[in-house]
C-alpha cells in the first residue's frame, strides 16, 4: 500500500463523526462493522440521520459520546416500525458515510498512524490531529 492508496475524501473516524454531528438533520448512509463478538466481521448498512427527537425515550445520563458511539435515527426501521424503537448507535468501527451527496472511506485514527508513521511515540493521526499514542 502507497500513500496514493488514499483518495481525497478518505477520512478518519474522528472526522467521520464529525460531519454526522454536523449534518443537521440530513440524511446520509454509513457503514460499520458490529462490535457484537457474535456478530464479529458483519458489516451494518444504514441510512440515518440526527436531530430526530421523536419517541426519543429514557435517554437518562447515558452520553453515547462518551462511549465512541453517535445515536442516530435508523430511517430503514423507521419506516418499518412506524417510528418506534428506531435509535441506533453508530460505533467506531465506521468504515463508510455518504453524506451531502460524497462518499468517504474512513479509517480508523490509530491505523493511520500506523500506517505513516509505523510504531513511533507521541502521534497525532495525521487526518485529525488528535493525539494517538
Ligand atoms: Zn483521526
Redo the contacts with the bound molecule.
Keep these: 500500500m502507497t500513500n496514493q492508496a488514499f483518495k481525497d475524501t478518505d477520512i478518519?473516524?474522528?472526522?467521520a463523526f464529525e460531519k454526522i454531528d454536523n449534518s443537521k438533520g440530513k440524511i446520509f448512509r454509513t457503514k460499520f462493522e458490529y462490535k457484537d463478538p457474535k456478530k464479529k466481521g458483519k458489516v451494518r448498512t444504514m441510512l440515518a440521520r440526527t436531530n430526530v427527537r421523536k419517541n426519543l425515550k429514557g435517554k437518562g445520563s447515558f452520553d453515547p459520546k462518551e462511549y465512541g458511539l453517535r445515536r442516530v435515527y435508523d430511517m430503514a426501521l423507521a419506516r418499518k416500525n412506524k417510528d418506534e424503537n428506531c435509535y441506533r448507535h453508530i460505533n467506531s468501527n465506521i468504515e463508510y458515510l455518504k453524506i451531502r451527496g460524497t462518499e468517504h472511506n474512513v479509517f480508523k485514527?490509530s491505523t493511520?498512524v500506523n500506517y505513516f508513521y509505523g510504531e513511533t511515540e507521541n502521534i497525532k493521526?495525521?487526518?485529525?490531529?488528535?493525539k494517538i499514542k
Excluded: A, G, H, K
Design positions: 478518519c473516524t474522528t472526522q485514527c493511520l493521526c495525521p487526518m485529525c490531529n488528535t
